[in-house]
């Protein structure tokens, strides 16, 4: 991939959720939300507090969602960012 975020934006790959709940229901993929938390996988030039390969939170519905390589990816400004794991 060769795809380099430009000034307060980072590159993420969201995380996977599971698709159990905790009793053993089966959850379909139409009825699941996007999960909120991804890996860092390139930074822009002015982010400073976080780093590649940080597992981050963000504020979910946020982003711009990219496709490179046929895999999805999300850009997100860094003021959507709220913590690292």
Known sequence: MNFKPLGERVLVERTEIE??????????DNAKEKPASAKVLAIGNKVEDIKVGDTIIFEQYRGTEIKIDGKDYLVLNIENILGVM
């Open 19 to 28: 698709n159990k709940t905790a009793s053993g229901i089966i959850i379909p």
